[in-house]
């Protein structure tokens, strides 16, 4: 059998500084796991325009349509400001999750014992906080029709139309159920049934196919009051699902309850392909950091989690997955620090490929 494949698309700024990194993690698993990936390499964004003129080149699409799994870095920065807006870079990643119709964004909010003191919350409040928000990625308010500013009588108005079919709604909460069933049985669901009729349908749907879920328990919330609960005692949770807009909102407030942007890892799964793994798309959250790109100091640890997210849920390594999450953990535990994880204490960073080095050791010491 051929071995699983993967199109890493460095992008621009410091994607591909963070990329070089998960470069070694994979190599480090092809040398030392047995677990060799047929890797390949392309442009996106920024770097895909100055060669061809587009964010995103056709035959770059149709091989992200066939790889088991897309690895981004970032895309943008200030030299492509002034592009038109239809070539954009941030249009070459909206044409991947589109086409790939990537409907169910998983965003983890893990803190890390060593960080906890960087989150703007107490220390109890998020030490050993492991969450998972599961958002809708390609329908509702964002994409829904009518939508534009129009006039009436003698001043305009911007319409915006929330819109859900029951088929959009199941697909995605089958995605948050059966992740919660990989981890600990708990999901609640989150819209404002009380205000909205897409969030009735939502609620109804949910709850519908969590009948096919026995062993899940799950709970409604409306998402106001999500938004309270996540600052207020975030480890009630576990798996999160709710809509695009939602989604928008509450995936950022949880993510920052653990700190650092250089430390966010996301993924953005579709349906199954032939061989039973999802269309699947893993990417750092953060953007390109023009303000720092080139010159050594990006953490690389959103992105190389990022991968541990692709060995989790294309590739079914589970244990690989957490065997990385835990060298990362151990890095972090010994004091070892890129710039933006450093404290008013102090001390001396590392560079990012010292931190890749780092985790490669910590691996090799895991064996
Ligand atoms: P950004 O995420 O690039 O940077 C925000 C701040 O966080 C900067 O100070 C940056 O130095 C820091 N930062 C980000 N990632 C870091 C890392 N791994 N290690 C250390 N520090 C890190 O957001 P921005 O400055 O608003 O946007 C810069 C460019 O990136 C823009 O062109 C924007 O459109 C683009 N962008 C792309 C994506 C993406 O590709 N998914 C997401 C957001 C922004």
Redesign the pocket.
Known sequence: MSNPSILILP?D??GPE?MAEVRKIIDWFGAKRDLAFDVSEDLV?GAAYDKHGVPLADETMAKAQEVDAVL?G?????K?DVLDFSVK??RG?LRLRKEMDLFANLRPAQCFDALADFSSLKKDVVAGLDIMIVRELTSGVYFGEPRGIFNEGNERVGINTQRYTESEIERVARAAFELAMRRNKKLCSMEKANVMESGILWREVVTRVGQDYPEVELSHMYADNGAMQLVRAPKQFDVIVTDNLFGDILSDCAAMLTGS??MLPSASLGAPMENGRPKAMY??????????AGQG????I?CILSFAMALRYSFDQGDEATRLETAIEKVLADGVR???LMGPEGGVPVSTSEMGDKIVAALDASL
């Not at 970032?74 to 200030?78: F, K, N």
């Not at 100091?297 to 690389?300: Q, S």
């Open positions: 992008g700024g410091i963070v964004g981004l970032a895309v943008g920065g200030p492509y870079p941030e990643l942007l250089g990417e750092p959250v953060h953007g390109s950091a023009p303000d720092i100091k990006a953490n690389p959103a890129t710039a933006d």
